[in-house]
């Protein structure tokens, strides 16, 4: 009976439960397959690998069809993303305070030593490149700034680093280590490599501002010195106007005056002349009217001695 | 007996497929290669990334053939003119040949504690047919660390890939140091000569300055000496002028100017000081002394 009732009973469920595990069957199949569609975003590009090799190298961004997984892999990179890294002393550590000066330290051509920190920055040139040829990229593109700068820097002197050279070896030392990266086949493209700082060695700082200052000081003295010679000259030239200026008020005063003597003593003349006589005689004694006042005046006889005692005690 | 397990068979041989599957295909990555060994002894590499297949008693060994980037620790070197240097370089490494690799080395560590001992030797050999400004100096043609370089690389290549099976890609100077010791007399060069540039600095300003004073004051002098030479010049028209003047009118009436300027000479010529001893007899007094007939 128990027998009978269980066959029964498969017999009447049977046909629905076959179909509904086809259409699962049929749903997984469907939903493996769907695995196949893979969606690449704008800043993106793809790597599609089947079986561990590469099918399309540079999957561009949009909607695409592959075989479904595992059989084909989907592996997206953010192409255009820069990607940042500091070579020299670590970033973090100058925040916290520490310095690392082994790491940040380079040797000039002169036989100087420098701190130097320089931030690279750089995006993927090859995803396939990027992706298979080096175990650790970062590091790689490290290495190779680092190379590219201890050389660069190895040739020049430590005024020209710390001054006006530090653009040319900005670049140098990207196209070197881009140089290197390519022969590595790295599939990375360096954008820049940008030298933050470059400082020299707290022990010989002191001397390093030292010169500054004393460019700062030069500098001061020679403008002092412009500043004297820029209050001297004009007033030398005012001096030199005022010079002439009262030359050619004189030379006015004295035409001026001659003119005026000239006339009045013309005029007086003129009068004189019609009685020369009594005008000598008025002239003569006016003026011994206004000297004789002042003076002391001894009277002699035209005949008599001249007793000197009297000046004498005239005198004291 | 065996009717009973009848059920289980197809689980059975189905497990076996999967398992036999299993040691039969394999994949290759293009970040690798496989190394197919046949109990513990390598028979070939396998180089193509994709899908392959090998017999099932035969196992497979994967080795990363990615480009690694190896740093030596930094170590001191002797140059040619008894300079010591401090050299941090890096070793661009691959696997080449993973069955000389395994049968060798056998692990990435272990390769890089032999290229290491490669590198370290050549290094100090190259440094010791060179001077110190072969590699630093501040003029770059003078400066070999290239070509140095590349004889290196080649050199450590050929060694590491017929001994370990690796391929040497680069050997680079990563960083060049002076040892801690010889840092402090460094250091106190470099104040010396910064303190020589500071002083050097100074003098220059200082001479320019003094220059420009001392041209301030050579063109103030210059000035000033035109200005008096045209003063001088101008005032002497005008004495000139006057003197023509005068001339002009007093030589009309000489005897006249004579006793008009004797006369007023007087008044500046006497003065409370002067004492006049004034003889009776003379013009003024006549006629004091002798009443009208004086006048004559």
Redesign the interface.
Known sequence: MQALLHTEQVSIVAPPTRQRGRRWIAAVIAAWLLTGIYLVNTQQQAVVTRFGAVVEPRVLPGIHISLPWPIDRVTRLKVQQLQRLVVGGDAADTVVGRTQPLRSQFITGDQNIINLRAVVQYSVSSPVDYLVRTSNVAQTVAATVETALAQRVATQTVDTILTSGKAAIQDDARAAAQRLLDEYRAGVLLSTVNIESVTPPPEAADAFRDVASARADSSRIVNEAQGYANDVIPRARGGAQQLLEAAQGYRQRKIDEAQGDAARFTQVAAEYSKASEVNGQRLYLETMEIILPKIKKLIVDNKGNLDLTIIRKGER | MIEKYRRYLPAAGGLAALVFCWLTFY?????EFVLITQFGRPLYTVA????HAKWFFQSSTYF?R????Y?PR?SEFLTHDKKNLVIES?V?WRIEDPKRFVETVGDPGAAEMRLHDIVWSGLSAALGTHDLDS??????ET?Q??ALLDKLTAMTDRAALDRYGIQV??V???????PEQN??S??A???A???R???Q??A???E??????A???R???E??S???K??????G???A??????S???S??P???K??RT?ES??KI???K????????S???RIMMRGENGAK
């Open positions: 994949t290759v990555r293009e970040t193509d990334a994709g899908f990363d990615r480009l690694r980037v740093n930094p890096y661009a590699l630093i100096a501040p003029a770059a400066v660390a290239g890609v680069d680079r100077i990563k960083r060049l140091n002076l840092k402090q460094v250091y060069r470099m104040r000569e910064r303190e540039i500071a002083r600095y100074r220059e300003g200082e320019q300055a003094l220059r420009i004073r041209d301030a004051d063109q103030k002098e000035i000033l035109a200005a008096y045209d003063a001088e010049k101008i005032k028209e005008g004495d002028q006057a003197t023509k003047t005068y002009a009118a007093y009309k009436n005897r006249f100017y006793l008009l006369l007087y008044k006497f003065d409370d002067t004492t006049a001893i004034l003889s009776s007899d013009e003024l007094l």
